[in-house]
């Protein structure tokens, strides 16, 4: 069995030690680099099971559409160019169209989702794709399959960091602990436990099945249903339209983790007829309500595994998201540009291991932040004090790229949970501005010194930022972070260093010639 992961776990404990582990990462910008290496991996095999799926962060969904939708295109083109037989890919109920009444739906049924939901209208995108990959590859055997809601109770600490967010209590998930459970009118929920799950794609993959696989509990669990679980059967029940608007307001602000489209979707997919699913001979070993409280246990007491999603100990679910390019850019974002679409951070769970000391990291980093907040300070200067003349222009972009990176640096401190110091990127602030109070206090424009001397300054932070990232990247496998990141912001840093050698050729050129 080979495992790839972006985030690989402790490959010493179960169920995680039976498997030859890779990391690869389906968002890398370098897609060819990609392709070769899922091809190696797929040597041989006999089946492909595609499982990866970013849920977070929901509010980058320039990211979240590479992972899922090119994503699956590229493991599938690599399983191809592998000569791998069969493809298995993890899809889901919320490829179905909206079924508002409820009706029951076998695999034939209409697959354009539910628009709202950016989980459901990925789903139904990938597997378009696979449409496609079957009639450009008739070779491979490719089956899907659409889980309901997978639960168990070692997911108990992803689901509240994922689904719920910093501000639920815990506490609401204890019966008893309301008056009454509020469900929305006309609640059903299909549900199925991970064990039964990787029962039916063992059962897939032995018997190389293709075609579209509905997997879910026997039971479809209504409001009672539901409320028998939470609060011994008390609920009141309320138009799903009057949550809708708490929900958005709420994923706005990063208070709750789940957007109002899992609610959209919860209540217009059909339910799942599982009769082909039980051809095979499969046959879901817990009920419904079971695995419902299984998963309710599991979120009470933040159940978990030793793995990158599943470690209880993980913090935060996708809090501001900074991309190293405005998000408004980045889905135009040109091939080479030096802010290349970069991964948002939050959507890696860094780590500091215990080998390192997280004081002095921290501090390494808040003076580099100090650094930049002065940086960003000085080229903001320069870039209006020289408006008008020939080096304006590449200062102003210049000034555009510290202030992306110095946000990101920003967001590292934060995501690797090392305390912030904001006094020291104060300082950095203030001693700029004292700084200019200082120098050439004559008109800026009447000394042909001070372009040169400002040039000469940021040329020296713009070395020191280098070394920055050089250190980020050799520390990025141990801080479980995208090493990639940090080698394309080395190469920004190089490219701006070269950009202020021409601007200090001019510079000097100008300072030291006598004309008249």
């Known amino acids: ?61 320039h990211y979240m559409r590479r992972v899922n939708v090119d994503g699956t295109r590229i493991v599938a083109e690599a399983a191809v160019s592998a000569g791998v037989p069969h493809l298995v890919v993890a899809s ?56 309901a809601l997978v639960f168990r109770s070692e997911a108990g600490a992803e689901i509240v960091r994922y689904f719920l967010g910093p501000v639920v209590p815990r506490a609401l998930l204890q019966p008893d602990r309301l008056p009454m459970v509020p469900l929305p009118r006309g609640l059903r929920l299909q549900v199925v436990n991970g064990r039964d799950v990787g029962r039916a794609y ?22 009672q249903a539901v409320a028998n679980i939470l609060d011994r059967g008390r609920y009141v029940e309320f138009p799903a339209s009057a949550l809708r608007p708490l929900l958005y307001l709420g994923w706005r602000t990063r208070l709750l983790a789940a957007d109002a489209g899992w609610l959209d979707m919860a209540m217009n997919v059909p339910v799942m007829d ?15 309500e079971q695995t419902l409280r299984e998963m309710l246990l ?3 007491e933040l159940h978990g595994a030793p793995s990158p999603p599943l470690q209880p100990e993980r913090s935060g679910f996708g809090g501001p998201v900074e991309s190293l390019i405005p998000p408004e850019h980045e889905e135009n974002a040109p091939e080479g540009d030096w802010a290349l ?76 949970g090392l305390r912030p110091r904001p006094a020291r990127s104060a300082l950095g602030w203030v001693g700029e501005r004292m700084g200019r109070a200082k120098a050439n206090r004559r008109v800026v ?48 840093a190089r490219e701006q260093s070269a950009k202020l050698d021409v601007l200090h050729r001019d510079a000097y050129e100008r300072a030291f010639s006598r004309t008249g």
Request: charged content about 25%; glycine content about 6%.
């Open 341 to 416: 679409r970069a991964l948002p951070v939050e959507a890696f769970e860094a780590r500091v291991p215990v080998h390192i000391d997280r004081g002095l990291l921290g501090l390494y980093l808040a003076d580099h932040l100090a650094g930049a907040t002065a940086g960003r300070e000085r080229a903001q200067r320069m870039a209006a004090d020289f408006a008008g003349e020939a080096i304006g222009p590449p200062l102003r972009k210049l000034c555009e790229e510290i202030t992306h990176e110095r946000e990101l640096l920003r967001e590292l401190i934060r995501v690797l």
């Open 92 to 147: 889901s109920w919320a490829v179905y169209s909206p079924v508002p009444e409820g009706g029951v739906r076998d695999e034939t049924a209409d697959r354009r989702g539910i628009r709202s939901s950016h989980y459901s209208v990925d789903k139904a995108a990938q597997e378009r794709v696979l449409d496609e990959i079957e009639v450009e590859y008739p070779s491979l055997t490719v089956a899907r399959m659409r889980t």
């Open 274 to 288: 599982t009769s082909r699913i039980r051809s095979l001979g499969w046959e879901p070993k817990h009920d419904a």
């Open 202 to 223: 063992a059962m897939v993959i032995k018997q190389k099945a293709e075609g579209a696989y509905n997997v879910a509990a026997s039971e479809t669990l209504r409001a």
């Open 445 to 492: 424009a009447a000394s042909p010194l001070t372009p040169l001397l400002e040039i000469e300054l940021m040329r020296s932070a713009v070395i020191g930022k280098l070394g920055l990232w050089q250190t980020l990247a050799a520390l990025s496998d141990e801080l479980n972070l995208p090493g990639e990141i940090f080698e394309r912001l080395s190469t920004s």
């Open 1 to 61: 069995v080979v495992a790839l992961a972006r985030r690989l776990p402790d490959t010493e404990r179960p169920p995680y030690a039976g498997a030859h582990w890779h990391r690869v990462d389906l968002a890398s910008q370098n897609r060819e680099r990609l392709r070769n290496d899922l091809r190696r991996a797929f040597q041989g095999v006999d089946a492909v099971v595609h499982l990866a799926w970013a849920i977070q962060p929901n509010h980058a969904r």
């Open 298 to 300: 599991g979120m009470r």
